[in-house]
Structures are given as structure tokens and as C-alpha cells.
């Protein structure tokens, strides 16, 4: 049991939400892919109610992990391609199958450490859905009173996974297959958008995965070349006001497509704004390294920073990694700024060297980190 990594990386706050929410094997599910398993289904994935046992991680398996870059869970921040089935031709399993193929092969590569067995929150296998308890019907709710409230509690808790530092959120950022009876890309579909920004305030640089960004030959790379294809293009957080204004003025144009317009105001945007003051509240790490941020990425870090100070948020990070990144010298100003503020009281180390600042910058960062505190800056 790799305890002191768990624990570091977040894990035992995790645990609690197996109680109501089940986690896919990844391998099992590479299998069913192939037709392994279950080839009856062609390779469309079963809802909860159908999944056999050996599809369902466990918590000794997720402990067992000895892995060192993060935890051994991811979730899919995807869209529904029908009302009845979020993949009912398989197209999309079939277009993330390298990410999940490669995931299995690390799992099997030698290495000095145990490596995991992977855990992944899809909610169509996750939480017990309507319809196939007895039969689908749009007018008639066949689940029991178990699965109603095992499902309620799952929906709850959902966010957990998604904002976590080290769950590795896989952002299926394609084109809806063809014919798809919701055919908006997910881009445009508001729980969607909340889902990537939420996972885009406190979780690591290499936990946030666009499958877009998959190479041609991804299931011939190991895991660690897939991360490094598919970081790139996260987004650093976003103010909980700037968030709240992006989805009123998407809802009013119509640019953003809800199921239900009061979502966004009286779902989204509040539990948002409870994510943004809880998360930056309780990380002791900001790791947002080698992610090509230029100045306005810096700036609007910096705004979050100092959103979150306005909303009487003790920002909890005691590192900000931000090194390997563009953020030239406005950028590391903008960030400079808040720090000076005071909009990170416990901050204890500072990384932000190699983001093309001018000379000048680069001692002034230094002099604001004293002054701050920092045991430790790289400029």
C-alpha cells in the first residue's frame, strides 16, 4: 500500500465516492474493445446495470498503485451522442481506445515502480441509468429506489472527480459521430464547457488530457509520450466571475446548448463558484509547468488569484509551478503583482523560470518572492 503518495496526491479523498460511484477497469475495457469480452455488444458500451464484476476496479487495486504522476483514475469529459446512449455505434470508445490502449501497455511495461491498474468514471457504466433496469421509456422511471439514490449521490459528487489535482480528466474534444442524434460539438454544450473548466483550476499539468491531440501512432507510444501529446492545450483557471459572465452571456446569445437553460444559472455557475473558492482553499500545489501559457494565460491566472482573494479565499498553495511556459514579461508581472497583493499568503516556492521575461523581470520576480517569503524562486 503506497500510503505517503496516496495521501500526498489526494487519494483518500477519493475513497469515500467508491461507495456510490463505480470505476471502470481500464484494462477490462480495452478488452471489451477488442471483442475480448462481451462480444455480443459490438462493441457498445454496457450501462451500469449491465456490467459484469471483473469490469469494476476496487478500492485494494486502486491502493496498490505505486503510481508517481498522479492517481491511477481518470474521467471522460465527453458528449452524448443520443438521449438513450451516450455511444450507441461504438464510434467513440473506438476514437479513445489509443489513450485507454496505452494506459494498459504502461500498466504491463517494466518499471522500478508497481504500476496501476487504471480506474476510469464514465457516467453511462459509473451510475445506474434510466431505462435498463426493465426497458427504456421516456415517460417512466424503471430504476429502483436504490439505484435513484445511489445514482443522486454519484450526480452530487460528480464534480469531485473532475476538479481533483490528480484525477487525469480525458477531454474527448472530437467531431459527434456522424448522425449523432445531438450532433453540437462539446465545445458549445454547457455542462461540458463547466467540466473543462473545472478541471482546469487546481489539477496538475499532466492530468489534463485533449484526445483530440492523439498522434496516428498513439497506440504504439508509452503512456508518458501520450501525456506529453495531449497536455498542451489546457486553459489556466478561470475567475468564478469571468465564469459566471461566460455562461449568462452564452446562454442569452444561445451559443451554449443546455438541456435545461436553468442549469447553467442555478446549477453550473454556483457549484462553480463553491469548486473555485474549495479547491484553491485546500491545494498546496498549483502545477501548471510546460503548458506554452503566453502573457494572457498569466493574466488571467493572475485575475483567478485575485478573484479568489476578493471572495476572502486563503489561497492554500504553498508551491506555483508555472516554469517552462511562454509568459514573457507581462505575464510573470501579472503573476508578480498578485503575489505582492497577497493573494497567495502561504506560498513557499515559486517556479518561474524559463518564460522569455526580460532581465529586469527576472529580479524584480525574484525581490517580490523574498518579500513574499518564498524559500525558493527559479527566474
Known amino acids: ?20 460511484t463505480t470505476l471502470i477497469n481500464v484494462d477490462w475495457l480495452v478488452d471489451f474493445a477488442d471483442r475480448k469480452v462481451m462480444p455480443e455488444r459490438e462493441g457498445v458500451v454496457p450501462a451500469w446495470q449491465q456490467l459484469p464484476s471483473e469490469a469494476i476496479v476496487s478500492l ?21 451522442a443520443a438521449k438513450h446512449h451516450p455511444d450507441p455505434t461504438g464510434e467513440q470508445l473506438r476514437r479513445m481506445l489509443p489513450a485507454l490502449r496505452s494506459m494498459k501497455n504502461f500498466k504491463n511495461s517494466s518499471s522500478s515502480f508497481k504500476v496501476p491498474t487504471w480506474g476510469l468514471v464514465w457516467d453511462f457504466m459509473s451510475l445506474p441509468q434510466r431505462g435498463y433496469t426493465t426497458k ?56 461540458c464547457v463547466f467540466e473543462r473548466h473545472l478541471s482546469s483550476i487546481v489539477k496538475v499539468s499532466d492530468c489534463y488530457l485533449q ?83 503566453g502573457a494572457a494565460e498569466g493574466e488571467q491566472l493572475a485575475a483567478a488569484l485575485a478573484c479568489a482573494q476578493r471572495m476572502d479565499t486563503a489561497v492554500a498553495a504553498e508551491r506555483l509551478v508555472l516554469n ?41 520576480i525574484k525581490t517580490v518572492a523574498r518579500g513574499a517569503g518564498c524559500s525558493m524562486v527559479s527566474a
Open 1 to 20: 500500500d503506497n500510503g505517503s503518495h496516496r495521501k500526498e496526491m489526494g487519494g483518500p479523498e477519493l475513497e469515500p465516492l467508491l461507495a456510490h
Open 60 to 80: 485494494t487495486q486502486l491502493r496498490q498503485s505505486g503510481y508517481k504522476n498522479g492517481l491511477p483514475v481518470a474521467v471522460l469529459s465527453y458528449g452524448w
Open 136 to 191: 427504456y421509456d421516456a415517460d417512466h422511471e424503471d430504476r429502483t429506489d436504490y439505484q435513484l439514490k445511489r445514482f443522486g449521490k454519484g450526480l452530487k459528487h460528480i464534480n469531485v472527480w473532475y476538479g481533483h489535482m490528480a484525477v487525469t480528466t480525458l477531454v474527448c474534444d472530437w467531431p459527434m459521430p456522424a448522425g449523432a442524434q445531438n450532433p453540437h460539438p462539446i465545445d458549445v454544450r454547457g455542462w
Open 211 to 293: 484526445l483530440s491531440r492523439l498522434p496516428a501512432d498513439a497506440e504504439r507510444m508509452d503512456w508518458g509520450m501520450v501525456v506529453t501529446a495531449c497536455m498542451g492545450a489546457r486553459r489556466p483557471p478561470l475567475a468564478a466571475d469571468a465564469f459566471e459572465r461566460l455562461m449568462r452571456d452564452n446562454l442569452e446569445s444561445g451559443a451554449f446548448k443546455f438541456t435545461n437553460g436553468k442549469d447553467a444559472t442555478n446549477v453550473c455557475i454556483p457549484q462553480y463558484a463553491e469548486a473555485f473558492t474549495r479547491l484553491l482553499g485546500t491545494s498546496k500545489l498549483l502545477g501548471y509547468d510546460m503548458l506554452g501559457w
Open 324 to 364: 517552462g511556459n511562454e509568459l514573457g514579461t507581462a505575464g510573470v508581472r501579472a503573476i508578480g503583482k498578485v503575489i505582492e497583493a497577497g493573494a497567495l499568503p502561504r506560498l513557499k516556492m515559486l517556479y518561474i523560470g524559463d518564460n522569455g521575461a526580460d532581465d529586469e523581470t527576472r529580479e524584480w
